[in-house]
């Protein structure tokens, strides 16, 4: 007899609840005890946020969105925001009371799905003596040594559907329409809704872009008949000269910005040098929501599923991976070495120039302007 715990951190995907359902089913299965850890390691601090997870608990829950044991980016138990009696904030390292509850509890291995963040942490815990499993969950895809994460294939589609809407409006006023999508480090969304929504610009943090070349190619446009462009904005895109975009300093114990308003800029400067009607969409939290696409869905029972085998297997401190159509284990710590970016030479980007889109960049100008003299 085993008795796992399980958690979900950071922000949520579609396919959350198909990975709690696949590591329940697969652990009831070989006779073990699952248990649930409410809102990341709330379950760790709090008996009312541990619940027993039995198979008739989850049932049906593997085509829902979000998750149901909810999550939290708010909560790094090595750096957690704490009001002392006289109303200061302090940051206080709590990992230890967590360590100790867990082996208290009497746990064998915690399964934690997170993206890089939560895997940090997981990671962090492993190093403290907690056998620790991981699996990967970002809807940005941007997780080394893994070929795909679950979420980010339903986050392409919503962003896709959103697109192929924008198409009739924009056509039917002659309007530019800048569109911002998710992707900090990596335009992984940005280039596949992109491609797949007939986009005519996408910028990418890959490739910092010049608004000369962005309104050349939308007054290209109109030299070909077509009155209308669509550009796709990653959050995480900056301008040639190093200029980002942000909302302003994180929560407590967060370093990094709060990304947004690149899609607002970008079309400022589209209408003062172009006189084009323009407006912008941020799609946000959007990309998050809704029910998992297949692909998604099937994935994040094979990573429940690989999770328990490595759990049996006591491949602990190791992250659950797609490779080659295949799960493996990979070490937690190689996984988060670094963000994974869009390959500039990749098939897809190549592609993308092929068809006329424009990257933000000035490749391909020359041809536009030969075809302008045509």
């Known amino acids: 007899m085993k008795k796992i715990v399980i958690s979900t ?7 959350l609840n198909a990975v709690i359902y696949s590591v329940v089913h697969s652990c009831y299965k070989r006779g073990w005890e699952v248990f649930g850890s409410r809102n990341g390691y709330g379950g760790f601090l709090d008996v009312d946020d541990l619940v027993r997870l039995y198979p008739r608990d989850v049932e049906g829950i593997y085509n829902l969105g979000g998750t149901i044991l909810g999550s939290t980016n708010k909560g790094n138990p090595f750096s957690r925001p704490v009001t002392n009696l006289a109303g200061e904030v302090q940051v206080l390292d709590i990992s230890d009371k ?4 867990f082996q208290r509890m ?3 291995c915690h399964i934690a799905i997170g993206g890089d963040g939560s895997l940090d942490i997981a990671h962090r815990f492993a190093l403290k003596g907690m056998p620790v499993i991981g699996v990967p969950k970002t809807i940005d895809n941007d997780l080394e040594m893994t070929e795909r994460t679950f979420g980010f294939d339903t986050a392409v589609s919503t962003a896709t559907d959103a697109l192929d809407k924008l198409h009739s409006t924009a056509k039917s006023h002659d309007r530019v ?7 900090r480090d990596s335009g992984w969304i940005a280039l596949y809704s992109g491609i797949s929504g007939g986009a005519d610009v996408i910028l990418l943090p890959e490739i910092p872009f010049d608004i000369e070349a962005v309104c050349n190619k939308i007054l290209d446009n109109d030299l070909r008949d077509k009155h209308y462009s669509i550009v796709v904005a990653a959050e995480g895109a900056v301008t040639c000269d190093g200029k980002g975009f942000n909302k302003g300093c994180g929560e407590l114990g967060r370093a990094e910005m709060i990304l947004g308003g690149v899609a607002e800029w970008v079309a400022g ?19 998050r929501g809704g029910s998992p ?3 998604d869905r099937l994935l994040a029972l094979r990573f429940g599923a690989a999770a ?3 759990v049996e297997r006591k491949q602990f401190d190791h992250m659950v991976a797609l490779r080659d159509s295949e799960m493996l284990a990979v070490p937690i710590a190689e996984a988060i070495k670094r963000r994974k970016k869009v390959d500039l030479e990749s098939d897809k980007v190549i592609t993308a ?5 424009c990257l933000g960049d000035r490749l391909g100008e020359e041809e536009f302007e030969l075809n302008a003299d045509d």
């Open 353 to 357: 120039r092929d068809i006329g889109i």
């Open 98 to 101: 967590i360590l100790k509850n």
């Open 177 to 183: 329409m800048v569109v911002e999508v998710m992707g």
């Open 106 to 108: 009497g746990f064998d």
């Open 269 to 287: 400067e589209i209408h003062s040098r172009t006189e084009k009607d323009t407006r912008s969409l941020v799609l946000g939290h959007l990309q």
């Open 9 to 15: 951190g950071g922000g949520d995907a579609p396919g």
């Open 293 to 295: 696409t297949t692909f």
């Open 308 to 310: 328990v085998r490595m």
